[in-house]
């Protein structure tokens, strides 16, 4: 069973290296974190910290880039699948094959944010002469908050079209983002509900500004243990597909 989930993950992950995802994706983000950095070498006492913050968006931004563009490419198992996508998705217990594309792509995205941090930090470094491990926080903050958004995308992908898939993970984000807003304006138990059910990237934002490593750790489990519970109904609903 681990040996079918590493196949399917090693698959997403060589592909995405074959077609030069991760190289490509870091020197579309390069130029932009150098702008930042010759914008307050130039501007000296504009903002402290700005390529940080500045890095820290940049991050974001990357993480939405590259989930949607491997959700497109390695999502959706419809009948239009190759081999060997053809055959992981007929194993006998098919939450194998969400499980495996799901660990694939966060390789992918792993790997992109690790290498960004730490050019983040090596800019930084060459700026104010000190070594921030800021960045790498940050970038398994972000990390952790957009793979769980995956596992959601990955849930969709099982009934929905790419176009709605795509459409109702913006939604989930947005809804995310609005949790204190749902808290003051529906009824108790309403509010509840959908902040049990839907992702709180709240708590993400929380954990970047903390210093501390226990909300690192905590919101590390949050976003484990709701990956977890979103991929696990992805492999029900595959399970009762006709793929």
Not at 145 to 163: A, D, G, P
Request: glycine share 4%; hydrophobic share 55%; aromatic share 16%.
């Amino acid at each position: 069973m681990l040996n079918q989930i590493y196949e399917i993950a090693k698959i997403v992950y060589t592909d995405s290296l074959r077609k030069n995802l991760i190289i490509a994706s870091i020197l579309i983000m390069l130029p932009l974190l150098i702008a930042a950095w010759l914008f307050e070498a130039s501007n000296p006492g504009f903002q402290t910290g700005f390529i940080l913050d500045a890095g820290s968006g940049l991050m974001s931004f990357l993480s939405i880039i590259v989930v949607a563009v491997l959700s497109f490419e390695q999502l959706f198992w419809a009948k239009e699948q190759q081999t060997p996508w053809f055959y992981f998705s007929r194993l006998k217990s098919r939450i194998l094959f969400p499980i495996g594309k799901y660990l694939g792509i966060c390789s992918v995205l792993g790997t992109i944010l690790l290498v960004f941090s730490i050019l983040l930090s090596l800019i930084i470094f060459f700026t104010s002469g000190s070594y921030l491990f800021a960045p790498i926080k940050i970038a398994f903050i972000l990390w952790a908050e957009y793979s769980l958004l995956l596992s959601v995308l990955i849930l969709f992908s099982t009934f929905l079209s790419k176009l709605m898939s795509v459409g109702m993970m913006i939604t989930v984000f947005f809804i995310a983002q609005s949790t204190q807003f749902f808290r003051g304006t529906l009824p108790n138990w309403l509010s509840e509900i959908l902040l049990t059910l839907l992702p709180n990237t709240i708590i993400f934002e929380a954990a970047i500004n903390s210093n501390d490593i226990t909300p690192i750790f905590l919101t590390f489990l949050y976003a484990l243990f709701m990956s977890a519970f979103y991929i696990t109904l992805s492999g029900w609903v595959l399970k009762r597909k006709d793929l």
